[in-house]
């Protein structure tokens, strides 16, 4: 009896001294990670004594046949806190990198490292093999607590252009197997959040999401594709159809794209997160100086809808010299061809009426650079040929579309992709393209992207809404800059739009409309409308042209999501302050203590009286006032307000 109780002790004490336990604490000592290492890894992440969330069964399935488990053979941890100086700023001119990390070296030459910053925690695989791996999948399952609910955009399948209108659910009403994209926004009982994402992601497929019909998820990545679709139309080509048993092939030693679990208590701290660029490979460009941010008119959303000339407007030589024209007046950088200025499936012509050489030879004498829409296919077959044509043109930019992928073949093209155009000296924008996970730190001539439900539905569908805008800056632009589109001058209320592809309106009041200029950011900002309807309103387009692309400082001043949104952004000295609504009359009052004290003038474009029934009313005003006054806002039904606030000379 007492042998078999002593070998019973011995069995516990040896299952004891394999468990190990770990714990970081964030460096402002409010957050925590215990990592608790068995015959599994489970971390609980807390906010003081609160659960926030449990993560378990972290493994990545592997050809590598390994011994020792999670037995592990080293730990390390270090310290960071430092200022980052972006390359293009998005948001501000510095950005704050304090994080506390733990390194696990494992037996079976697998590794883990977490960081665990004021802003959230975050924790990638590496690996360290002599042959290359084949991953078969990456398992994670992630728990929350029954009340917790999420808003989050769901798929049919991996194939997706990412512009799904979000939907806000409790966790336990995402039925089991249903596919999701990141990043994905937990609204927790006590009203704090929790954002997940990733970030630094190459050669790799992306992060999805699995509902499991329970109050957690499960994460998935898209099978490597066996074959590609070759549907006899560029915009459908290159489309998985069959696929691996595995996710990715790659090489042995490597490190594997973060999981983000951002926290914070308040709106003010989704905007001001910046993990997912934090957390990316830094840039190792050496001459950025040719990478130029700035606005973008183009000639596909407004149809070429040009009055009042002597010209027959389309895509020919002379549309593309009024619009270069419109842009040198204006101070925009960039024109944009948009589709149908080559014929499918042949980006090394021009189609006939239009002399591209002609046309950037006239943009360079204006000023003005000139970017190109294209089809990735197209691109992909042509590619080396396609981009010395475009150098030959003087093309400054691409903006690259229907990609609707994000498996390891898709993610490496955007890297092969987004590397020629920086070798060309172009800066890019991708539509059809997936979230934001760092790509554009490495590469900053990737200045915006889509990866949302923007303007460019309003032709089609009625989601592209108040409520929506009072979304995308909590949850989209938390992963980095975003095409959105903004400043129609076409403004309809919600009772009065009508989805019309020829001639597009956008749901909102004018200053609405103005406001999403400011709120929804982005380095590359395009606007939709033609020159003409931006000629009929020359105080807006005035305002308009004032406004930057690049921020020194950004600060949520006030915001609810889906509600409203309140967001002050500066550029030197001057201010600019956007406000929004959703589909309510809103009136809200602010403080203007982040100003420095002194006298200002401030320029505003306000709703007008009439703004719940004709949407295009607006007014306004120029005025003094001094610092630390509060300025009130008064917003109609899907209204907004806009102001330039700048020292008095």
């Not at 490292?113 to 042959?131: C, H, I, M």
């Not at 021009?350 to 294209?374: C, F, H, I, R």
């Amino acid at each position: 009896m007492r042998k078999i109780l002593f070998i019973s002790l011995l069995s516990f004490f040896c299952m004891e001294s394999y468990a190990q336990k770990y714990v970081l604490i964030s460096p402002d000592s409010k957050l925590s990670a215990e990592i608790e290492i068995n015959q599994a890894i489970t971390i609980k992440m807390a906010n003081g004594t609160e659960t926030i969330l449990n993560l378990s069964g972290l493994e990545m399935v592997t050809s590598q046949k390994t011994t020792g488990g999670w037995q592990v053979k080293k730990a390390s941890r270090r310290t960071a806190n430092e200022d980052h100086k972006p390359l293009i700023r998005v948001k501000s001119q510095s950005y704050k990198n304090s994080y506390n990390e733990l390194d696990l070296i494992f037996k079976s030459n697998k590794a883990l490292t977490f960081r665990l910053f004021n802003e959230g925690l975050a924790y990638r695989f590496s690996t360290s093999s002599k042959d290359s791996l084949t991953v078969y999948k990456e398992n994670l399952n992630i728990q929350f607590q029954e009340s917790d609910s999420v808003r989050f955009q769901s798929e049919k399948s991996f194939s997706s252009a990412y512009e799904s209108p979000y939907e806000h659910k409790k966790l336990n009403e995402i039925e089991a197997g249903q596919l999701i994209n990141f990043p994905i926004l937990i609204e927790k009982q006590n009203k704090t959040f929790v954002m997940i994402t990733e970030s630094d992601l190459y050669d790799y497929p992306g992060m999805w999401g699995k509902g499991t019909g329970k109050s957690e998820f499960n994460i998935t990545n898209p099978p490597y594709p066996r074959t590609l679709k070759n549907r006899g139309n560029p915009s459908g080509d290159g489309q998985a159809g069959q696929v691996e048993d595995y996710i990715a092939k790659v090489a042995g030693t490597r490190t594997f794209p973060w999981r983000i679990f951002a926290f914070t208590d308040n709106e003010e701290g989704l905007i001001a997160n910046n993990l997912v660029y934090l957390l990316a490979s830094p840039s190792e460009m050496k001459d950025v100086s040719w990478i130029k941010p700035g606005v973008v008119m183009f000639d596909w959303w407004a149809k070429n809808n040009i009055y009042s000339v002597d010209f027959k407007a389309g895509v020919n030589t002379e549309t593309a010299k009024y619009f270069i024209d419109f842009c040198a007046k204006n101070n925009f950088r960039y024109f944009l061809f948009d589709d149908g200025w080559s014929p499918r499936g042949n980006i090394l012509h021009e189609v006939p009426g239009l002399n591209m050489a002609e046309v950037t030879a006239y943009a360079k004498s204006k000023g003005v650079d000139v970017m190109l829409w294209v089809m990735w296919s197209t691109l992909q077959k042509q590619m080396h040929e396609a981009m010395d044509q475009f150098e030959k043109w003087g093309i400054k930019g691409i903006k690259m579309d229907f990609m609707n992928r994000d498996d390891q073949q898709m993610v490496q093209f955007y890297e092969q992709m987004v590397s020629k155009a920086a070798e060309k000296k172009m800066v890019v924008d991708l539509h059809g393209a997936y979230k934001p996970s760092g790509l554009s730190r490495k590469y900053p001539n990737l200045l915006t992207r889509e990866a949302l439900l923007e303007f460019e539905q309003s032709g089609v569908a009625q989601t592209d809404n108040t409520e929506h805008h009072n979304i995308l800056p909590y949850i989209r632009m938390f992963t980095g800059p975003m095409d959105y589109i903004p400043a129609t001058m076409r403004n309809s209320t919600r009772r009065g739009f009508k989805p019309v592809a020829d001639y597009p309106m956008g749901q909102g009041t004018r200053a609405h409309a103005m406001a999403l200029f400011v709120i929804l950011s982005s380095p590359l900002t395009m606007l939709p409308d033609s020159p003409t309807e931006y000629n009929k309103e020359k105080p807006c387009l005035d305002f308009l042209s004032k406004i930057p692309v690049e921020w020194d400082e950004s600060k949520l001043l006030t915001g609810k999501i889906s509600m409203y949104t309140v967001l002050a952004r500066r550029a030197g000295t001057t201010w600019f302050v956007g406000a929004i609504t959703n589909k309510d009359e809103r009136t809200l009052e602010i403080s203007t203590d982040f100003l420095a004290k002194g006298k200002y003038d401030i320029e505003i474009i306000a709703d007008g009286v009439n703004a719940n029934t004709a949407a295009n009313d607006y007014k306004l005003t120029i005025h003094e006032f001094n610092a630390g006054e509060k300025l009130t806002i008064a917003m109609a039904k899907g209204g907004g307000w806009l102001a330039r606030i700048t020292p008095k000379k």
